[in-house]
């Protein structure tokens, strides 16, 4: 079974913080992704990665970064948070055909 | 801007009724997905449809890939409480690796 793993389940910050949130999959896969999610809003692509060190930007990369050093692991960076970054993070790695989903991160930037 | 309507946005059921959930968009996706998800958690991949016509079955959970690849359905036989949750379809778009969502069906099942 694809196993994909969000370094943490519920996060708080203040605003103006660094935030990083880190995925790992143990499939080898090449392609991952970052997505928000947000009620009325659906799921919204932030980045995504098809190799080591490679990334694009989706369709809301403002704010936030993205790091992918190995293949395993891709992190999500707010680089000073805000409020209007209060969401469901989730991360999810692709084989052919689908994507597999982490459990997702409930970040809170107070 | 493609998009993935998906309907009805609300149902609420009893246990032991049938359902049909659609997902429809004027644009040709390359495979489809469908995934659960419930509160707090990430979505669960229930299925992926490839084929034009496609017609898959997950024990009570028929899904079906329209002909021309722009629609699916998801339907469930005699639905039960652990069928509860929020019903997401994904298209996989041609030549990318994006995915459209689907806006979603939220399901509640009573017993």
């Known amino acids: 079974d694809v196993k994909v793993t969000q370094s943490s389940r519920y996060l708080v910050k203040r605003t103006g913080e660094k935030v990083f949130l880190e995925c790992v999959q143990d499939?080898?896969?090449?392609?991952m992704f970052w997505y928000r999610q947000d009620p009325g809003l659906g799921l919204r692509l932030i980045y995504f990665s098809y190799d080591v060190k490679m990334k694009e930007k989706g369709d809301i990369p403002e704010g936030y970064s993205v790091s992918r050093e190995k293949k395993e692991r891709f992190s999500l960076i707010l680089e000073s948070a805000s409020t209007n970054q209060t969401s469901m993070y989730l991360c999810?790695?692709?084989?052919?055909?689908?994507?597999?989903f982490g459990p997702g991160t409930r970040l809170t930037v107070t | 801007t493609q998009l993935l309507e998906q309907s009805p946005q609300f149902l609420s059921i009893q246990e032991g009724e049938n359902l049909t959930v659609y997902c429809n968009s004027s644009s040709v996706f390359s495979s489809l997905q469908w995934y659960r998800q419930e509160p707090g958690e990430g979505p669960v991949l229930l299925v992926t449809?490839?084929?034009?016509?496609e017609v898959k079955k997950l024990k009570r959970l028929t899904f079906q890939f329209g002909d021309a690849r722009k629609d699916s359905s998801l339907h469930i036989t005699a639905a039960q409480p652990g069928d509860t949750g929020l019903y997401l379809c994904?298209?996989?778009?041609?030549?990318?690796?994006?995915?459209?969502f689907g806006t979603g069906t939220r399901l509640k099942v009573l017993a």
């Open positions: 994904a298209g996989a778009v041609f030549g990318t690796y994006k995915y459209i």
């Open positions: 499939m080898d896969h090449e392609n």
């Open positions: 999810a790695s692709q084989a052919p055909y689908e994507q597999y």
């Open positions: 449809v490839v084929t034009g016509g």
